[in-house]
């Protein structure tokens, strides 16, 4: 019996020891997670839960949401959702772990999939509203896949390594010299960071040859100390460094600090501390406006509006101290992450975010500064920003290109590309058809118009086509002419295209050897003035005849049979006079026209366009007051004595010259 009390208390010391062994083992993985030593943490956390009972569902629900976070904080998202998914079917499943397993999702660029992700966390959690911003911005990502930018995105491959490389700078003024920073196997650092699993960055240097192709990188010497280095800013004259040195121990969080070096000839000058902030605290991720007198950078500082934030310091001129730090608000900052700031000489910010409406990840935004002190913020959209983390991007100069940093491969890693907005390209592809028969008008004359003063010529080829290229910014006016029908044009403009263009334009010219009908002319019963409606189909008259102004016309007017042929040719020539007289109050030289009433002497002949719409009236027929009385219905009658009322022109001459004034 005795040996028995013993052995029981042997098994409950047993049991009390692993116990405090596994309470251990969980203490120091949260240590580690605390400490922003994710990398480090995972294994400490699959350690501790392969020793958790399978009947401690609680713990073991906790410690897979843990490693599903490690995984989704060292930009993991792959193994992210396959542990976010196990904390899902866990035991009373926190409703973050459907959060995160849909941003997972977004993050491989899987939107269709991830929409249906966030939709499932808005039933558990309807009162946050991060999951209708997130079903948006999926809704937008496909959008941009669509329709993307123009600009093209090459990856950097002389310059890339196995590990991080990221947040370049250009060192000289034809910008054949760039820094970046890398954690490559040169870096001067021999410790690994705990949050990456990779050893210490530094700043690297490389400098392209003639044939385009860059050096082999190295470190910067006095830049670069046995702490992290990297996010250089090179101001605009390419005198002066600012980058970002952060000391890291195990197990505790150090500061972040902005240092500033200077160049003369091709040696920097020992780096300084610019004093931004106290060393505890983070300061990093440099920008300087052209001016040099304000400061932009990321800090977590209390005041802001939650994770990393950009932050701003102003000083009078150069040499000055430093105001104190301003938050750049709103407009700018997110309950998210808002970093790698970088500006441009007209004031224009870029910085890349993950809590603005993005693509997934980190994308990069424009913000463009207000006279108000508001910022108008926007989307790079692809290519430049992907389903990955897009940030750090440098501009050569005022131009459309130069690099930015990327995870897109699917490695995990930070890699450069170089990116470039090509010129924008126009042209107008034109076909000048017959008005009626739709067929092509060879052998035509096209002129182009352009409001920069431009003129050019071309004739149509055998399909009536005919082409010209295109400047951006300009409005443009196509005539076209032909001997036997009235000039005809086409319009286009190249203002506000943000994207090269082929433009198409028809022109339809219309054949002077039979009367032209002129739609939607309307009077009141009986009376002979335009009504309102009319104005639209005379406006266009007019614009017919300036664009051809050696032409003369004899405007006709036609009524149906009803009443005395006395009484309609009256009425018919008095609406014919009203149409010339309103030709004239719009600038039409009286010599160029004449008006002709022709009553019900004019009956119309239907033609195929006419038949197409009346199948009872049969193409060639007369509608004449003996023909429409044998229609059968009342109805029918009333169409075709409507058809019959109707306002044309016939051109009498094309060499009409102007009086001289």
């Not at 399978?54 to 542990?83: H, Q």
Request: aromatic residues 10%.
């Amino acid at each position: 019996m005795k040996r028995i009390q013993v052995l029981i208390i042997l098994l409950i010391i047993i049991a009390l020891q692993d116990s405090q062994a596994q309470t251990k083992k969980i203490g120091r993985a949260y240590e580690a997670f605390r400490a922003g030593e994710y990398y480090d943490a995972i294994d400490q956390f699959k350690d501790a839960y392969s020793k958790v009972s399978k009947n401690d569902r609680e713990s073991r629900a906790e410690l897979v949401f843990m490693i599903g976070e490690c995984y989704r904080l060292i930009n993991d998202p792959k193994n992210a959702e396959t542990w976010y998914k196990l904390a899902i079917k866990s035991a009373n499943p926190k409703p973050d772990a459907q959060f995160w397993l849909a941003e997972s999702i977004k993050k491989s660029g899987r939107y269709q999939n991830a929409i249906d992700e966030f939709k499932k966390y808005k039933q558990i959690a309807q009162s946050d509203s991060r999951a209708d911003q997130e079903i948006r911005a999926c809704e937008l990502a496909l959008e941009w896949q669509r329709n993307p930018e123009s600009y093209k995105v090459d990856e950097l491959k002389d310059l890339n390594s196995r590990e991080s490389d990221f947040s370049p700078a250009y060192g000289r003024d034809d910008y054949g010299v760039v820094f970046f920073t890398s954690s490559r196997e040169d870096a001067s650092g021999n410790k690994t960071h705990g949050a990456t699993g990779q050893g210490f960055t530094d700043i690297f240097e490389s400098r392209i040859d003639k044939k385009s192709k860059w050096s082999t990188p190295v470190p910067l010497d006095v830049i670069n100390s046995d702490a992290e280095e990297g996010t250089p800013f090179i101001t605009d004259d390419f005198k002066e460094m600012y980058f970002t040195r952060c000391e890291a121990g195990k197990r505790e969080k150090k500061g972040c600090v902005i240092m500033l070096s200077k160049r003369t000839g091709d040696k920097w000058s020992e780096p300084k501390n610019i004093g931004i902030l106290s060393d505890s605290l983070v300061a990093a991720h440099p920008a300087l406006s052209a001016d040099g007198t304000t400061l932009y950078f990321v800090s977590d500082i209390p005041g802001g509006s939650g994770g990393k934030d950009l932050w701003m310091a102003t000083r009078a001129s150069s040499g000055d101290a430093w105001s104190k730090p301003r938050n750049l608000g709103p407009d700018i900052n997110t309950p998210g992450n808002e970093v790698f700031p970088y500006v441009r000489k007209d004031g224009t910010l870029y910085f890349s975010s993950d809590g603005q409406i993005g693509m997934g990840g980190l994308d990069i935004f424009k913000a463009v500064p207000q006279p108000d002190g508001s910022w108008v913020v926007t989307n790079m959209k692809p290519p430049i920003n992907s389903f990955s983390d897009d940030f750090g991007i440098a501009f050569e100069g005022d131009a459309e290109r130069g690099i930015f940093s990327s995870t897109r491969k699917g490695r995990g890693n930070d890699e450069l590309y170089s990116f470039e907005l090509p010129p924008l390209v126009f042209s107008v592809t034109g076909l000048v058809k017959d008005e009626k028969t739709g067929a092509p008008i060879t052998a035509s004359t096209v002129q182009l118009i352009a409001s920069d003063g431009s003129n050019l010529q071309a004739e149509t080829g055998a399909s009536g086509d005919f082409r010209f290229e295109l400047k951006a910014n300009v409005d443009y006016i196509f005539l076209a002419s032909k001997r036997g029908y009235l000039n005809g044009k086409g319009r286009e403009t190249t203002k506000g295209q943000e994207k090269s263009r082929d433009f198409m334009v028809t022109i339809l010219l219309t054949a002077i050897d039979k009367p032209i009908e002129l739609p939607n002319i309307f009077y009141d019963f009986n009376k002979w003035d335009l009504r309102p409606e009319s104005m639209v189909s005379l406006d266009k008259l007019v614009e017919t005849l300036t664009d051809n102004p050696n032409v003369t016309i004899e405007l006709m007017s036609h009524t149906d049979s009803r009443d005395t042929e006395e009484f309609n040719y009256d009425l018919s020539q008095k609406r014919a006079q009203s149409v010339i007289q309103y030709l004239i109050e719009k600038g039409i030289e009286p010599g160029r026209l004449s008006a002709k009433g022709y009553g019900e002497s004019s009956p119309k002949v239907v033609d195929t366009d006419i038949a197409s719409q009346w199948p009872f009236l049969k193409n060639g027929t007369t509608l004449s007051e003996s023909f429409i009385n044998t229609l059968a219905t009342e109805e029918q009658k009333e169409i075709a004595h409507q058809i019959n009322r109707r306002t044309e022109f016939r051109v009498l001459r094309t060499d009409y010259e102007p009086p001289k004034k």
